[in-house]
């Protein structure tokens, strides 16, 4: 006998089976809310980065300051009756244990005393640029002026026919001390008497013409003396120490003579052979010279060197 769910051919039978689909339940949007506020917040917070960053410390002190609770005292009364009964408390906000001492104060004065502050800084500043100012232009000017003395040195003893023979023995050049002028000796026409301090009358004329030239000029006179190294010794208290000091002497009186006033030379010297102009050559007459410097304030420089006649 045939089961009942086979078909006729003996195949199983086919069975249908049906799903049936529930809806899911309905959700709000509250993630969207969370997620807003999160983004809110940090905006926020690279915000109060950035400020912070541009903020400087004492524009910090200040805001603190500003924002320190106060306390309702009966005791304590501030300046004024219309704040009488408060008084700032001892600790403010944004404070730190690195941070400045805090001073109670009646009425916040920080704006006004940094205003004051950079007022006074900025007028100081002003005043300084003003008196450098000042300086340099008088520096420049007497420079121009020792640079003109130069050149009609030069040009005096380049066009007086009798000061051609002897324009070598006079050396002028600019240095950062001031005009430097050298009056040297040359093999056959000295300018001082041998191993004495006397003038001769080469020296002389040379002198004469520069005492005119710088007794016009308003700078301070130097003078120094020195010698060649002969190993020159007169006696034990006369060597060329005091042989180039009295020619420095000698100097000095001659340029008075030829119009120098006398409080313009504030220093005469000797220094022997310790400064040779030719140290390749110490026993050259070139080293045998006198040095004349018209000095400029300290701080000054010139540039450029020059040798009349040269």
């Given amino acids: 006998m045939a089961d009942a769910f086979e078909g006729d051919d003996g195949s199983p039978p086919l069975i249908l089976t049906k799903k049936k689909k529930i809806p899911a339940e309905g959700h709000g949007g509250a993630w969207k809310i969370a997620y807003a506020d999160f983004v809110t917040a940090m905006m926020a917070f690279f915000l109060l980065l950035w400020l912070l960053n541009a903020t400087t410390e004492e524009q910090m002190y200040g805001i603190s300051q500003y924002f320190a609770p106060t306390s309702v005292a009966e005791d304590e009364t501030a300046v004024g009756e219309a704040l009488k009964g408060l008084a700032l408390a001892v600790d403010g906000a944004m404070r730190s244990a690195s941070a400045r001492p805090s001073v109670s104060v009646a009425v916040p004065t920080y704006g006004e005393e940094a205003k004051g502050k950079e007022a006074g800084v900025e007028r100081k500043s002003e005043e300084e640029v003003h008196t ?80 005119s030239i710088i007794a016009t000029l308003p700078n301070k006179v130097s003078i120094t003396g020195h010698t060649e190294r002969n190993g020159f010794s007169k006696s034990h208290d006369f060597t060329n120490w005091e042989l180039s000091g009295m020619r420095a002497i000698q100097t000095r009186q001659w340029l008075i003579n030829a119009g120098l006033p006398a409080a313009r030379v504030v220093e005469v010297e000797g220094r022997a052979d310790t400064e040779l102009l030719d140290p390749r050559n110490p026993e050259s007459p070139r080293n045998r010279r006198i040095s004349i410097l018209l000095e400029i304030p300290k701080g000054d420089s010139s540039q450029g060197t020059d040798e009349a006649g040269k």
């Fill in 132 to 211: 450098n100012e000042a300086k340099a232009q008088q520096q420049q000017e007497e420079i121009e002026l020792l640079n003109k003395a130069k050149e009609q040195l030069r040009q005096s003893i380049e066009e007086l026919p009798d000061y051609k023979e002897i324009q070598d023995s006079l050396v002028i050049e600019m240095t950062p001390e001031g005009l430097l002028i050298q009056v040297l000796d040359q093999q056959k026409k000295p300018m001082f008497g041998p191993n004495s301090a006397k003038l001769t009358s080469n020296s002389r004329r040379l002198l004469a013409l520069v005492g």
